[in-house]
């Protein structure tokens, strides 16, 4: 069964730091392009951080374009996102995704595609 699980989220104060973990089963993550969306309520997702298995790049959206960082543990088949500088503006639930169309202002699920995605975590960044 694909499975992505999702944790180290919480309330943080404006300027703080926060690392999400992703953890696959049922797959294997380097596989596949993967990364994260988040949604805030009443706005549309928007994809945060991917790597892409075409290239090998990581792409980061211009809002967290120097103070997020995506990175992976293959061994443990988990990804990270590293979230410092955090404003109240990151608000949002974060999820992970695999298969994914990853490239420089592009992210997406990809369309009848493997359809790996967790349930998220909750970030709260308080000003």
């Known amino acids: 069964e694909v499975q992505l699980v999702e944790s180290g989220g919480g309330l943080v104060q404006a300027g703080g730091s926060l690392r999400l973990s992703c953890a696959a089963s049922?797959?294997?993550?380097?596989?596949?392009?993967y990364g994260w969306f988040r949604q805030a309520p009443g706005k549309e997702r928007e994809g945060v951080s991917c790597?892409?298995?075409?290239?090998?790049?990581?792409y980061y959206s211009r809002s967290v374009k120097g103070r997020f960082t995506l990175s992976i543990d293959k061994a443990k088949n988990t990804v990270y996102l590293q979230m410092n500088s955090l404003e109240p503006e990151d608000t949002a639930l974060y999820y992970c995704?695999?298969?994914?169309?990853?490239?420089?202002?592009?992210?997406?699920?990809?369309?009848?595609?493997?359809?790996?995605r967790g349930k998220g975590t909750l970030v709260t960044v308080s000003s």
């Open positions: 049922g797959f294997t993550l380097d596989d596949w392009s």
């Open positions: 790597i892409s298995s075409g290239d090998g790049n990581t």
């Open positions: 995704a695999a298969d994914l169309l990853c490239a420089e202002d592009i992210m997406a699920p990809m369309v009848n595609g493997l359809g790996a």
